[in-house]
């Protein structure tokens, strides 16, 4: 069983950079797509990046340019680079192995002035 937990997350002013870190427990940390999600208050969860085990990258049409997924498969660690950040980036981050359904308990992103 993986388990996951996030950290990094804060309050950021708009423009700002923030990098959000995902650890996973186990050994099959490289052998997985790992993915980001976030939901904002009242919003249903969403997926908004996603890396595959030979790190190729997709990204939704709302953070594309401005976040970035990478991991370190010899950590066992996911990020998300995140800058420029705008006020409706304002959600509780989640990572997640897709394939298992599995996420970690989120980190809080407010991004505010």
């Known amino acids: 069983q993986v388990q996951l937990v996030e950290s990094g997350g804060g309050l950021v002013q708009p423009g700002g950079s923030l990098r959000l870190s995902c650890v996973a427990s186990g050994n099959v940390f490289r052998y997985y797509i790992m993915g980001w999600y976030r939901q904002a208050p009242g919003k249903q969860r969403e997926s908004i990046a996603r890396?595959?085990?030979?790190?190729?990258?997709w990204y939704a049409d709302s953070v594309k340019g401005r976040f970035t997924i990478s991991r370190d498969n010899a950590a066992n660690t996911l990020y998300l680079q995140m800058t420029n950040v705008r006020p409706e980036d304002t959600a509780t981050y989640y990572c997640g192995v897709p394939n298992l359904l599995t996420y970690g308990q989120g980190t809080q992103v407010t991004v505010s002035s």
């Open positions: 890396i595959t085990v030979s790190r190729n990258e």
